[in-house]
């Protein structure tokens, strides 16, 4: 229903004049009753405030990208690279992974891609693997969520996860 409304909205501006319509200029930015907008920020700009610009948490830390994707793999027996949050994924196969996982009561380390494009380029480095989201078990890469769906409908993955429950973590402390 929504994406119909949105359908029709964008049809129904699309038809305007372009005087008084949403008229994109270039990508990433747009114009509208003569104001022009801006969905990215340069790195160069030299009135943007440090504080607004973007950074790199892992440049600014000493510690290589690589280093970082092994430090998560060898420390979170579960560990997804995917769009979003486990809470909140921002697309249809994260958050097809993190259902699948979900069903088995397992504890997930996870790390949204979108905050860093070195991150990303470094996990698919890492990998081997071009897609998101990407799934380590037990410091092993499985796969992406077409992987995880299968392996959760052959019961493979049942098998692979039958010690790493989040009830088997609280009983034993």
Not at 72 to 90: A, F, H, L, T
Not at 126 to 146: A, L, R
Request: aromatic share 6%.
């Amino acid at each position: 229903m929504a994406r119909s409304l949105s359908n029709m909205l964008f049809k129904g501006m699309s038809s305007l004049p372009a005087t008084n319509s949403l008229k994109t200029m270039v990508s990433g930015s747009f114009c509208r009753k003569g104001m022009q907008y801006s969905t990215t920020v340069p790195n160069d700009d030299p009135d943007t405030h440090d504080d607004f610009k973007p950074t790199n948490k892992a440049a600014s830390s000493g510690i290589s990208l690589k280093d970082i994707v092994e430090q998560d793999i060898k420390e979170n027996p579960v560990m997804i690279y995917m769009k979003g949050v486990p809470e909140q994924p921002r697309c249809g196969f994260s958050s097809l992974a993190v259902r699948v996982l979900n069903e088995y009561n397992v504890n997930v380390g996870a790390r949204n891609i979108l905050e860093d494009q070195e991150l990303k380029n470094a996990v698919k480095t890492f990998s081997h693997w071009p897609t998101f989201p990407q799934i380590f078990i037990k410091g092993e890469f499985v796969g992406g969520s077409d992987i995880i769906l299968n392996m959760h409908q052959s019961g493979e993955l049942k098998d692979k996860l039958k010690d790493l429950t989040a009830e088997d973590d609280t009983q034993e402390k």
